[in-house]
Every structure is written in C-alpha cells, then in structure tokens.
C-alpha cells in the first residue's frame, strides 16, 4: 500500500503560470482534501471531496480549483500563479465512517512562486 | 477569533520530562478532537483521536478533553528524543459533509537529550 502519493514533490513558478498538483490514493477512502501550509499557520483546507463527483470550497479557495477524477485522484490545480500561493500543499483522504478525524496525508508538495 | 487556538511555543524540554501541549476552541458544536504529529518536512500523521469528553490513553501519551472549559490538552509522558516534532490539534463537529475539520497552528516541541 503506497497510502497517499502526491506528484510533484518540489516546483517553482513564476507569476501567472498555470499548474496542476496530483494526488491519489489507495485505501478506497472516499473524502479527500486539500491543504495548504504556511509556517506558523498550521494548515487551511482549501477544498474538499465527500465523494466521487462532489467537491466543496473550504477555508482558502480562492486561486484555486479541483477536480475529483474518480475515487482515486483529487488534483488542485492553479490557473495563474501568485507569490502568496508560496506554500507547503498537503493531500490527505479520509474513510467515511472516520471522515476528517482519522485523515491519512500524502508528503506534500512544496511550491515556490517568484 | 480563530474557532482553534493553540499554545504556539515552541518548547524545549530534557529527555525524560514530562510534557503538556494545550488547545482552546470556541465552537461548542465540536464532539471530536484529535492530535496530529508532524515530523519536519513530512505530512502530519494521527496520534489520537477522542470522541466527546474524557481521557484517552496510548502507551506515554494521554489526551484529555474538557468540554465545559473548550480546552484540551496532549500529555506526553517520559519524552524522548523522538518526540521531537509539530504537534497539531483538531477538531471536527458530529455532522459535518465529508468530515471537515479545524486545525491548530501547532505547537513545535523539542526534546533534547
């Protein structure tokens, strides 16, 4: 079981590229998440997935959008990229009965926009 | 007012001590609460979760929940080294749509030798 695997590891931007960060996983979970975090800031849910075919914004969205591809694969992707979007992104998937309580996270991607 | 707030730190204490990390939340609708440990450069991972009020125990570490003062609190027993990480509480309500939770900042605890 790989858990959580999240693509790329690292990237640098510059203002207004475009990118999409990939996650899966492989524990049949259906909610999925996604994070960011900032030093000192603990971390903000930017969107989250109860299900295949069903997103919601959370705490950050905006800058943001998702996809939720099929039960596997939760992908953020940011259309024009920003200095404040500079952080440390998490996936993390959670099964029903646990959701949000016993959430499983991927090993993040770090993002640097200059 | 953020809905969490946890005791910032950072904390540093001798290998064998005693250790109390601590969060207070305003949203008396909260009825889980979970601790998170996070290694540096790693995704956070759980440390225990506890339903309602009451302590809950696993090997060193014991988690208490007070619901009629909204605080909570870690106690890590004879710490070690090991120990040393980001500790985030959270909290989550009992009918949320795909189990959305609040986040601490987090707490970064040091054990030092």
């Known amino acids: 079981n790989a858990g959580v695997t999240q693509t790329p590891k690292f990237q640098v931007l510059k203002t207004g590229q475009s990118m999409t960060l990939q996650c899966a996983q492989d524990?049949?979970?259906?909610?999925m998440y996604w994070y960011r975090q900032d030093p000192g800031m603990g971390l903000r849910l930017i969107y989250y997935s109860a299900s295949e075919g069903t997103t919601d914004k959370g705490e950050v969205p905006n800058g943001y959008n998702v996809s939720r591809l099929n039960k596997r694969e939760f992908s953020l992707r940011l259309e024009s990229a920003a200095p404040s979007q500079t952080s440390v992104y998490f996936c993390?998937?959670?099964?029903?009965?646990?959701?949000?309580?016993?959430?499983?996270f991927g090993p993040g991607t770090r993002l640097t926009v200059l | 007012q953020k809905e969490v707030e946890q005791d910032p730190g950072p904390l540093s204490v001798p290998e064998g001590a005693i250790v109390s990390l601590n969060c207070t939340y305003s949203?008396?609708?909260?009825?889980?609460f979970m601790w998170y440990r996070q290694y540096s450069r790693k995704g956070p991972e759980l440390l225990m979760y506890?339903?309602?009020?009451g302590n809950k125990e696993d090997g060193r570490f014991t988690a208490q929940v007070d619901k009629s003062s909204k605080y909570i609190s870690l106690f890590i027993r004879d710490s070690q080294p090991s120990d040393s990480a980001t500790y985030l509480c959270a909290m989550r309500t009992l009918n949320t749509n795909a189990g959305k939770s609040t986040f601490g900042d987090g707490t970064t605890l040091t054990v030092k030798p």
């Open positions: 506890t339903y309602s009020s």
């Open positions: 524990m049949n979970h259906n909610s």
């Open positions: 993390a998937s959670s099964e029903a009965r646990l959701a949000g309580v016993e959430q499983f």
């Open positions: 949203n008396s609708a909260f009825q889980y």
